[in-house]
Nanobody
Framework: VQLQASGGGLVQPGGSLRLSCEAS????????VGWYRQAPGKQRELVAGITAGGYTHYTDSAKGRFTISRDNAENTGFLQMNNLRPEDTAVYYC???????????WGQGTLVTVSS
């Protein structure tokens, strides 16, 4: 199983980024997709997740700003991030698993830096 995350970069506060996670070697549609992040000196945390059935979950800081989605035909998950804040700066990891929490598979991470 391989997860290829992309879309990170440097953005100013208030800006937007769209992260993508392309999966291979797995039946993507049967798995939950998650986006976790880890900021320097902090623990890794779940940002958002979407189950195989389409149920979505967001951490409080992401509600109203981030949108998680999936395209099963393309084996790809997405995280649209709007109104980014400096505290969103972190390495973002996409995940796959039976559940959003405690996922089985992790991507390599993509760095998001929010700074003026």
């Amino acid at each position: 199983v391989q997860l290829q995350a992309s879309g990170g970069g440097l953005v100013q506060p208030g800006g937007s980024l769209r992260l993508s996670c392309e999966a291979s070697g797995i039946i993507f549609s049967r798995n939950a997709v998650g986006w976790y992040r880890q900021a320097p000196g902090k623990q890794r945390e779940l940002v958002a997740g979407i189950t195989a059935g389409g149920y979505t979950h967001y951490t409080d800081s992401a509600k109203g700003r981030f949108t998680i989605s999936r395209d099963n035909a393309e084996n790809t998950g997405f995280l649209q991030m709007n109104n980014l804040r400096p505290e969103d700066t972190a390495v973002y990891y996409c995940t796959l698993g039976e559940r959003i929490w405690n996922p089985t598979y992790w991507g390599q991470g993509t760095l998001v830096t929010v700074s003026s």
